[in-house]
């Protein structure tokens, strides 16, 4: 039974935030609307504000500092620092990722320059990019797949905040649908879509959650065009487990920003006798004011009992500030963060400014490795499935088709290049590579058979282009010889 009430408590989110929608068939759901309904419903109102949450923290919108009332004081300071970990730690493994672009190729040369085609015609590069990039901060990321209007397979990012799918209640887990719906700009309606295996239905939905069919059409798929890319089993984003530290970051910087400032509005103390009320027909307060605005003051010492007079001072009270404590408890908590989102501390060694070789920052990013080695499978799941619907519609199309079994799917580290270590230790040894396999090493080398089949074309040249510079050569030769017989 979905819920669709959640008042925050203890939890930052509820139990059913990030839950997968599950029912029987695609063909049952689309006859029970109230079903559909209400799992648009609790969309909005469990999953979306996880979502929103995320990105608000992605934007630097740090929501705990920015919404909690933290002074009680009016007259005190009330800095509010935010700082974007969340972007730092997403932009950092979205690039670590995908920073190097994948490498697609298919064993049959003629469907890999397809494929290749494909890829190009729909930025891939990017698109790819922008998947890892949703996937780390919402733990989840959606494309869809369809037929332009030019007769062209293209796929296009979707929103999270508008977008899930529905798998059916088997072991398997097999999507049965996907709805993406879009509230319309300053009216009350909202267009919902619902994709299944064969078809994509469109309806209209008021805010009184009244579902009415409005369009169908065919799609030709065979499978739901929407599909999603899970950042890891339980579909958690890169810095989901770390809001509440990065909350306490945000309040220990504000803390010390304010006591910074309220330094400057210290209380005033003054040990002795202004005696105001005789000199002055004013208010005392406001004649003690105007002293400490002019940076003076008039006091007179009190009379002691024997005659003599005693001291008197003046000086200024403020709350003390634990420097050295404080700054070590930011400093845990900027390391904490770091470390349960798997994040190299690059600045752990100011002393040392040498740039560190590839291999020295790979010891550092082992642990992000282990998690990069999770998001590198699903995301394979995922891509493979993208171009299993692209091939079915291939084939529909009389336009060809492959096995996507055949398609190699290859990612590289973003990490300076580092090779001529091994390389020296590989040949030392005896060992020996395939001019394709040193090529495929090559960072700005798409594709090491298409390079090769180019050096092969170069080489067929090569006896021609020799043969012209020789006969340019005994040509010049002859010439000159004959200018000086004539000398």
């Known amino acids: 039974m979905l819920t669709t009430d959640y008042i925050p408590g203890v939890k930052r989110f509820s139990d059913e935030a990030n839950i997968h929608y599950r029912f029987e068939s695609a063909e049952k759901l689309l006859q029970d609307k109230d079903v559909l309904t209400t799992m648009i419903r609790h969309h909005q109102s469990q999953q979306q504000p996880r979502l929103q949450t995320l990105l608000n923290y992605y ?70 990019s922008d998947l890892a ?107 989901e487990d770390v809001l509440s530290l990065i909350d306490l970051y945000d309040s220990a910087q504000s803390d010390t920003a304010n006591y910074m400032q309220d330094l400057n509005d210290a209380m005033l103390v003054i040990k002795g006798e202004l005696d105001l009320e005789d000199q002055y027909e004013e208010d005392p307060i406001e004649v003690a004011q105007r002293m400490k605005e002019a940076n003076i003051l008039y006091m007179k010492p009190p009379q002691l009992g024997d005659g003599r007079e005693g001291n008197v001072d003046a000086g200024y009270i403020y709350k003390q500030y634990d420097v050295s404590g404080t700054e070590a408890y930011k400093d845990r908590v900027f390391s904490n963060i770091l470390l349960f989102t798997s994040i190299p501390n690059l600045l752990d060694d100011e002393s040392n400014r040498t740039p560190q070789s590839g ?63 091994e390389l020296k230790w590989f040949t030392d040894a005896g060992g020996k590579l395939s001019q394709e396999t040193l090529l495929s090493q090559l960072s700005f080398v798409e594709n090491a058979d298409d390079e090769m089949q180019k050096i092969k074309k170069e080489d067929e040249q090569q006896p021609t282009r020799q043969r012209s510079v020789d006969m340019y050569r005994e040509f010049a030769q002859v010439n000159q010889e004959e200018v000086k017989e004539n000398e």
């Open 359 to 421: 291999e020295a920052l790979k010891m550092k990013l082992f642990a992000l490795q282990q998690k990069k080695t999770i998001k590198e499978r699903l995301f394979k799941k995922s891509l493979r499935n993208r171009y299993r619907l692209i091939n079915n519609i291939l084939s529909i199309a009389s336009e060809g088709g492959f096995n996507v079994d055949d398609i190699t799917i290859t990612f590289s580290e973003n990490l300076p290049p580092m090779l001529e270590n």
């Open 133 to 239: 990039l949703d996937q780390s901060i919402f733990g989840r990321a959606y494309e869809l797949l369809y037929r332009s209007q030019d007769d062209q397979a293209k796929f296009v990012l979707l929103n999270p905040l508008h977008t899930f799918v529905i798998y059916d209640e088997t072991v398997e887990r097999k999507p049965i649908a996907a709805v993406r719906y879009i509230s319309k700009q300053f009216t009350d309606n909202t267009t919902v879509f619902v994709y299944t295996d064969r078809e994509e239905h469109r309806f209209t939905m008021d805010n009184g959650y009244d579902l009415k069919a409005t369009d169908k059409k065919s799609h030709y798929f065979k499978g739901v065009p929407v599909n999603e890319y899970e950042n890891n089993k339980f579909r958690q984003g890169d810095f």
């Open 59 to 128: 934007k630097g919108d740090n929501e705990a500092i920015l919404e909690e009332k933290r002074r009680r004081e009016e007259h005190l300071a009330d800095n509010r620092a935010t700082h974007n970990f969340a972007k730092y730690v997403s932009q950092f493994i979205q690039s670590y990722l995908l920073g190097v672009p994948l490498k697609t190729a298919h064993t049959d040369e003629t469907i890999n320059d397809e494929i290749r085609d494909i890829n190009i015609n729909n930025e891939a590069d990017e698109h790819n």
